[in-house]
């Protein structure tokens, strides 16, 4: 059993930058980032290797977001800049009770272990 705890998220100006971080108790493989913005889906937004640290991003938040690790501490981190009022959304850390490949790990049908979920909101 693994349990994911987020801190950071909040309320900024677009344009502006959070930080967001996911510390993981247990063996993690991939920690991921998905977000769910009012009536919408859930959506993949960046994940990281804990082993390799390797990354993959959403189209949508490349060359602003940046997701990075600590694995002192088994903790995942997601440096988000020049945020835009569409990236308001409740945002989620998970991790996959095992490795995740290729198409996977864009689903969070294949992650089975999820923090409580932060607000963050940009402002126009």
């Known amino acids: 059993q693994v349990q994911l705890v987020e801190s950071g998220g909040g309320l900024v100006q677009a344009g502006g930058s959070l930080r967001l971080s996911c510390a993981a108790s247990?063996?993690?493989?991939?920690m991921a980032w998905f977000r769910q913005a009012p009536g919408k889906e859930r959506e993949f937004v960046a994940t990281?290797?804990?082993?390799?640290?390797?990354?993959y991003y959403a189209d949508s938040v490349k060359g602003r977001f940046t997701i990075s690790k600590d694995n002192a501490k088994n903790t995942v981190n997601l440096q988000m800049n020049s945020l835009k009022p569409e990236d308001t959304a409740v945002y989620y850390c998970?991790?996959?009770?095992?490795?995740?490949?290729?198409?996977?790990?864009?689903?969070?049908?294949?992650?089975?272990?999820w923090g409580q979920g932060t607000q963050v909101t940009v402002s126009s």
């Open positions: 990281m290797s804990m082993s390799r640290g390797t990354t």
């Open positions: 998970a991790t996959p009770s095992h490795p995740v490949y290729y198409s996977a790990r864009y689903s969070p049908r294949n992650y089975d272990y």
């Open positions: 247990g063996r993690t493989y991939d």
